[in-house]
């Protein structure tokens, strides 16, 4: 074995000794919380463990980032609100979601006025949302097709009527290498009986609402991410269409991250003016896309549906698995 893969190796084991214990401590810390006991299944603690990875990954850039700037609390797990990680952690687990999947989950530190410490914003991505949905629905679609429409798309919708018993809808792309400016976009949610499918149609007025509400406008600004905004916004717009079914034991996680983002996002209107020490964490964290999810639109081919199932494992964002510069959250 030669020197190189003897320290990846070594980095390999460090790395999974301090993601093992980090899925320890999120265990304690949710009995410590909830006075019930905890116990992961072997492939529940694995997504913790991605979990950890992530974040690992994300306080470090964020520290490189910081450099020498004192005036910015370190980015280091021991100011990392812990027990309100270990909570959220568990529902986001709880719900199957993969961090090391691109889309699927993004950590966004937030400094705690209060505490001095950064709450973890474990912010789902729409690949994660469109995941959930579909996973968690009353009744689980054959398929969920999602588009962009441009100025010299055909698009014509054939809603459901008296003489129509099935919704859909005609879509032709004229002009596949020029094809214009976004106008808009649809879903389309497959049942297994067609009687049932539904056509969502997404205008651009809808778009503007999303820019309207976006914490940043950074990108809404140019073409490629404004484009991939619309998408997600499609795709936002449309999974809430899969109405939760509330016997799905997940279900009531999907429904306490859900509330837990409308607070926050309520929340954080209101402190907009008031708390200016909040982190500027805008490019890296806070777009999806820049996790790697490959923008089709940018590409000038068609929208490709988002797929039923998470990506293959193994192909997660290029992160480092070695040693990450933090020193664990202190386990």
């Known amino acids: 074995m030669s020197n190189d893969q003897k320290k990846e190796q070594t980095n390999a084991t460090a790395l999974e000794t301090v993601s093992a214990k980090f899925v320890s401590q999120i265990e304690r810390q949710f009995v410590a919380e909830m006075g019930s006991a905890l116990a992961f299944t072997e492939y529940e603690k694995t997504l913790a463990q991605h979990m950890y990875v992530k974040i690992d990954a994300t306080l470090k850039a964020l520290e490189d980032k910081r450099g020498q700037k004192q005036d910015v609390v370190p980015y280091k797990w021991e100011n990392v609100n812990l027990p309100k990680l270990a909570l959220d952690a568990v529902h986001r687990i709880g719900l199957g979601l993969d961090a090391l999947i691109p889309n699927h989950i993004h ?6 006025g209060k505490t001095k410490k950064y709450d973890l914003d474990l912010r789902i991505g729409y690949v994660g949302k469109d995941y959930c949905r579909r996973k968690l629905a009353v009744e689980e679609p054959l398929e969920v097709l999602y588009h962009l429409v ?22 032709e792309i004229a002009n596949p290498f020029n094809r214009g400016k976004v106008v808009g976009g649809f879903g389309y949610i497959m049942y297994e009986d067609p009687k049932k499918n539904k056509l969502i149609m997404v205008t ?11 914490r940043t406008k950074d990108f809404w600004s140019e073409d490629k991410w404004r484009e991939e905004m ?13 109405s939760l079914d509330p016997k799905k034991v ?41 996790h790697g999810q490959p923008d089709p639109a940018a590409s000038g081919q068609p929208k490709q549906d988002i797929p039923k199932d998470p990506p293959a494992q193994g192909q997660p964002e290029q ?9 664990g959250p202190g386990f």
Not at 107 to 112: M, T, V
Not at 262 to 290: F, H, P, W, Y
């Open 250 to 290: 997940n279900a009531k996680s999907y429904a306490y991250v859900e509330a837990q983002e409308n607070d926050e996002r309520a929340q954080q209107e209101v402190d907009q003016n008031a708390n200016k020490t909040t982190i500027d964490v805008k490019g890296e964290i806070l777009d999806e896309s820049e």
């Open 230 to 242: 619309m998408y997600k916004t499609i795709v936002h717009r449309v999974s809430e269409k899969l």
């Open 319 to 327: 992160m480092s698995l070695g040693a990450t510069g933090t020193d």
């Open 107 to 112: 950590p966004i530190p937030y400094l705690n």
């Open 204 to 214: 651009e007025r809808d778009f503007k609402k999303a820019e309207g509400g976006a």
């Open 150 to 171: 441009h100025d010299t798309d055909i698009f014509k919708p054939h809603m459901k009527s008296l003489k129509n018993e099935v919704e859909s809808f005609e879509f």
